[in-house]
């Protein structure tokens, strides 16, 4: 791996840490979403790194172009509603919590190096059909088409969710009463009120 490998693999590796950082620590949505955008784009360099350009393709297509407008959609179908108040009395918890998965996080890679060999190990070669339309699409549609089902299933379920939430939480205009849906005009003022109001 040259320099510029090098270079390119780092720059891909930080976009979609800080894409993930920004995703998970995020209090707006909007950014949250624009945080799993980062990301994202991230993995698609990783994979075009790796020679697979039909992954990276899929990659920006499904997911940046599919999955990230879902979102938004369902964000914007909620409304500000659906945010939660600003609580200061949960930060220290939120930190807490954050300082603890990361150092259980930390341990657990120091344990897995401690348990490795100090010589590394060659990884096998790349066979030439890796990344393929042909390999992916017999992976996609031989021994993972129960899971590619299931998460088709569980997208719609999700925003079916997300409609149903957004809907019960506004009121219907053809349930109202005809004196709430129209406001009453106000009673024209008669010919002695008006030369009261001029007097």
């Known amino acids: 791996m040259n320099k510029v490998e090098l270079a390119y693999f780092g720059l891909c590796s930080v976009i979609a840490l800080l894409g993930g950082f920004v995703t998970v620590g995020a209090k707006n949505p909007i ?11 991230g993995i698609a360099g990783l994979y075009l790194m790796l020679a697979a350009e039909f992954l990276a393709a899929i990659q920006l297509l499904v ?3 599919a ?3 879902l979102f938004l959609f369902v964000i914007m179908l909620l409304g500000p509603s659906a945010q ?5 009395r949960g930060a220290v918890a939120r930190y807490v919590g954050a300082a603890a998965l990361l150092v259980s996080g930390l ?13 590394p190990t060659a990884l096998p070669a790349v066979p030439p059909q890796f990344g393929t339309i042909e390999s992916i ?16 299933a569980l997208l719609l379920v999700a925003v079916i969710g997300a ?36 007097s």
Request: charged letters at 15%; proline letters at 7%; a positive charge.
């Open 63 to 65: 997911y940046a172009g």
């Open 163 to 198: 409609v149903a939430v957004a809907r019960g939480k506004q009121v219907d205009p053809t349930l109202l009463p005809a004196a709430d849906a129209k406001p009453s005009a106000a009673p024209a003022p008669t010919t002695g009120q008006t030369k009261e109001a001029r």
């Open 137 to 152: 699409g017999h992976e996609l549609f031989s021994t993972a088409l129960v899971p590619f089902e299931l998460s088709g």
């Open 107 to 119: 341990g657990a890679m120091v344990l897995v190096m401690r348990t490795q060999s100090g010589t």
């Open 31 to 41: 950014r949250g979403a624009m945080g799993l955008l980062s990301t994202i784009i």
């Open 84 to 88: 939660s108040k600003r609580d200061a």
């Open 67 to 69: 999955v990230v407008i």
